[in-house]
């Protein structure tokens, strides 16, 4: 069984420009949830996808815009880089309705 | 809205003594909530899983947490530490009806010592 795969694992953006990263789901989950891990804190949830529709999205601005494939597969777009955009950024799968997040090792993001 | 509160962002313990990790809720459903681990440069890992069935709640690797609605509380435990123990530790609380989307706790670091 394939677990959570992510890429890339570490890059670096200068203010302004835009990201994408990328995100394959465990074998058999429908589901994908993205989370940002700044330095220090917990993870925030940023936006889900179920179905390749967006199912429920936390407090992050519109230049955070994300996709879900027929695959199950995700990406995370960030638009306009900030400073504030440098974390960890996690991706997890789940079945709907299991109740257990399978999470990726993350993308760590540096923007300088 | 949910939120979880855990009480120290440093826990140190000597290698064979009790671990002791404080985690509150705030929920105004019943709630479901978790134990995630996270050694460094990787990813969560769940420990254990609160979901409205028993209250005490036994996980991987020796860890156990006990739900306790009158003290909206949930801390994770381990009997005895072990080296292997030292990382990150985060709660996390969310709901049936919220598709599981976690609200997690800004973290504890255990460090182990020999």
């Known amino acids: 069984e394939t677990g959570v795969t992510q890429s890339p694992t570490h890059l670096i953006k200068t203010r302004g420009q835009q990201v994408t990263l990328r995100c394959s789901s465990q074998s058999g989950h429908n589901t994908v949830s993205w989370y940002q891990q700044a330095l220090g804190q917990g993870p925030q949830f940023i936006f889900q996808y179920y179905r390749e529709e967006e199912n429920g999205r936390g407090n992050f601005p519109p230049r955070f815009s994300g996709l879900q494939f027929p695959n199950y597969s995700s990406e995370l777009n960030v638009n306009a880089l900030e400073l504030d955009d440098s974390a960890l950024y996690l991706c997890a799968s789940s079945s709907q309705g299991d109740g257990e997040l399978f999470f990726g090792e993350g993308s760590r993001l540096t923007v300088l | 809205a949910q939120s979880v509160t855990q009480l120290g962002s440093h826990v140190s313990v000597s290698e064979g003594a009790l671990v002791l990790l404080r985690c509150n809720y705030s929920?105004?459903?019943?709630?479901?909530l978790f134990w995630y681990v996270q050694y460094p440069n990787q990813g969560l890992q769940l420990l254990l899983k609160y979901t409205s069935a028993a209250t005490l709640v036994k996980g991987i690797n020796g860890f156990e947490a006990e739900f306790k609605k009158s003290e909206t509380s949930f801390h994770l435990t381990k009997p005895s530490a072990h080296m292997s123990d030292a990382a990150e530790y985060f709660c996390?609380?969310?709901?049936?009806?919220?598709?599981?989307?976690?609200?997690f706790g800004a973290g504890t670091t255990v460090t182990v010592r020999a």
């Open positions: 996390a609380v969310t709901s049936p009806g919220n598709d599981y989307k976690l609200s």
């Open positions: 929920s105004s459903v019943p709630p479901y």
